[in-house]
């Protein structure tokens, strides 16, 4: 996980640049093999460390190198089977590797939170140091391969007698690592650094073990604990006075179909849950399951939820998502199973850093055969998208929002209005361009529209609201009306704008002579430390004044390597982005240009 990166950091000489943070020229929200030598392989999410590990012990033992390889990783992540996947397959191929087990006692399910905690004391750490210790490995290596002379039988019960003993001896649980095929040392005080000196130190000593787990435990300190309870008590004081999240504004119009509907389930998955998520939770606390970090597990259950006659709401971040793709693809969407995916944190995340990012979820959701894909401009469609979702029980459906408030403040959203499947709508009248966005753009576009009044161009702005299936007779409409079409996105190429694309060329709308070319800010990879945000605008205004169809995306290489303030830039000027394009398809790129800078 990335907060186990930033100690890896200080140690690695970047202590200096901690206050810089997920900026692209300085320091990255997680590991970046391209940022340090000192970071083997990038990592921004949990579970990856111990498979990252044993393919870099497999290619030292065929390079013949020398290396020792440590992977750490957080009891948190241990709910994902890549982790289990990745144990069992080191236990089978015997590399030498490492495997620090960092366990904080937290746990999502409140049943194991009340049972006893693993055992820290002197008997413990005594038999940690002599667990790792040359002699006893020795002694042990020895003694099996004693047995082993005796013949098998005397072989497998002398493991046996090894493994209950060691049973015995260790924390509820151990046992569980050996069976993968890990030599199990713990539990360690990892906040006694004298004694995990002395344990990791024997660990290393020894050439051939084959891979070791060191099992540590720590405790959050207690510093910390009271000063996220102060900053709570200061955020809850002031929560009347921000606005409310798109999250809330959901989780409000969840609880309102929920009251209405006993089906109705929800299924969260990801790293912490949404602190919003609390209001469905304590409203019914047995339709809520939070299983962590186990995506791929939240996918199918909510299928299994289905097929046994409820309503499943899978509400995951966009980029943890990505994890159970697979899932989506075979358990739900082939099968035609009505799960309604809620993806949050969708499109730019700001400060959160590219590996929170999630721009592809319209790509790779759009591209299924079954799938309805739409996105709210506001909190009110998204209450209405939400009823709309609930009555679906046919197919599944996915709704993605923002990370961020609100686009206006208004009174709490009591129930949402089911709305029809594939239809769009306009928003403002025009004659001169069109504007056809998808999802939060659309906020962005009246914006926009508003800048481009002032210039007295009369811009027509359509909320399509699903992605698929696409309201063609809207496309139809506006290309029909209009000299110029733009369909603007917050996401990656091949998304909305794609299906767009597709079907204008289907539909003949590129036949009499338009022509069509590709975005060409879309195929750049820019130096980071020299092109920003002003520069892609530049190039999106280099267009051939007979391009009637125009697309605005986020490139992917943009999102990949722009800084947190370069991210957060172009959020903050798409309606100028907007708007300049708008011109510059009129041939007025003098006033286009003016107007960005």
């Known amino acids: 996980m990335e907060e186990h990166t930033y100690p890896h950091k200080l140690l690695t000489g970047r202590r200096s640049l901690k206050h810089l943070v997920k900026q692209i020229t300085t320091l990255s929200n997680g590991k970046s093999h391209i940022e340090s030598m000192y970071d083997p392989i990038g990592a921004g999410h949990g579970c990856s460390s111990i498979s990252a590990g044993l393919g870099m012990a497999v290619a030292r033992d065929i390079k013949g190198k020398r290396d020792r390889i440590v992977a750490v990783i957080s009891n948190e992540t241990t709910m994902a089977g890549q982790v289990y996947e990745a144990m069992s397959n080191a236990g089978y191929l015997d590399s030498n590797m490492v495997v620090i087990l960092n366990d904080s006692l937290n746990s999502l399910h409140p049943k194991i939170e009340d049972t006893s905690a693993t055992p820290i004391n002197a008997l413990s750490t005594t038999l940690s140091k002599l667990q790792s210790s040359k002699l006893f490995r020795r002694v042990r290596e020895f003694a099996k391969a004693l047995t082993k002379q005796f013949g098998r039988g005397m072989h497998e019960w002398a493991a046996k007698i090894d493994e209950y003993a060691r049973g015995l001896l260790g924390p509820a649980g151990s046992t569980l690592f050996e069976e993968l095929g890990l030599y199990y040392i713990g539990p360690v005080d990892g906040h006694n650094i004298d004694d995990l000196i002395c344990v990791l130190t024997e660990v290393a000593s020894l050439d051939s073990m084959g891979p070791v787990l060191v099992h540590v435990i720590t405790k959050e300190d207690q510093l910390v604990e009271m000063k996220r309870s102060q900053t709570t008590s200061v955020s809850n004081s002031h929560q009347r006075v921000r606005p409310p999240t798109l999250g809330e504004c959901f989780v409000e119009a969840l609880v309102s179909e929920a009251q209405r509907d006993k089906n109705i389930v929800a299924v969260h998955a990801g790293k912490g849950m949404d602190p919003s998520l609390d209001l469905f939770k304590c409203n019914f606390p047995d339709r809520f399951f939070d299983v962590g970090m186990a995506e791929q597990h ?100 996915c709704l993605r929002y923002p990370k961020g408030a609100v686009a206006a403040i208004r009174d709490s959203i009591s129930c949402g209005v089911p709305i029809e499947i594939g239809k769009g709508r306009v928003l403002v009248e025009g004659k001169d361009i069109a504007l056809l966005a998808y999802g939060s753009m659309v906020q962005n576009c009246l914006r926009a529209q508003s800048l481009l009044s002032e210039l007295g161009v009369e811009v027509t702005v359509a909320d399509a609201r699903f992605c698929k299936p696409l309201d063609i007779d809207l496309v139809r409409s506006l290309c029909k009306n209009h000299v110029f079409l733009v369909t603007v996105e917050e996401s990656s190429i091949g998304g909305f704008g794609s299906h767009v694309a597709q079907f204008l060329s289907l539909d003949g709308q590129l036949d009499a002579g338009t022509k069509q070319r590709l975005d060409p800010y879309g195929q750049l990879s820019p130096d980071p430390c020299k092109h920003t945000a002003k520069l892609f605008v530049f190039l999106a205004l280099q267009l051939d004044r007979f391009l009637k169809w125009r697309p605005i995306t986020l490139p992917d290489t943009y999102i990949e390597h722009a800084s947190a303030e370069e991210q957060l830039a172009v959020a903050g000027l798409s309606s100028n982005h907007i708007a300049a394009t708008a011109l510059s398809l009129l041939g007025r790129n003098r006033e286009a240009l003016l107007l960005m800078c």
């Open 298 to 397: 939240a996918v199918t259950f909510s299928a299994g939820l289905s097929c046994g006659g409820l309503k499943p709401f899978c509400i995951i971040p966009s980029t943890f998502l990505q994890r159970a793709y697979d899932q989506v693809v075979h358990d739900v969407d082939r099968q035609k199973i009505p799960v309604r995916f809620i993806i949050s944190r969708a499109g730019l995340v700001g400060s959160d850093g590219p590996t929170q990012c999630g721009a592809f979820d319209v790509t790779f959701m759009s591209c299924l055969p079954n799938m309805v894909v739409m996105a709210p401009s506001d909190e009110v469609e998204l209450a209405n998208m939400v009823a709309t979702a609930a009555q679906i029980d046919d197919r599944p459906v």
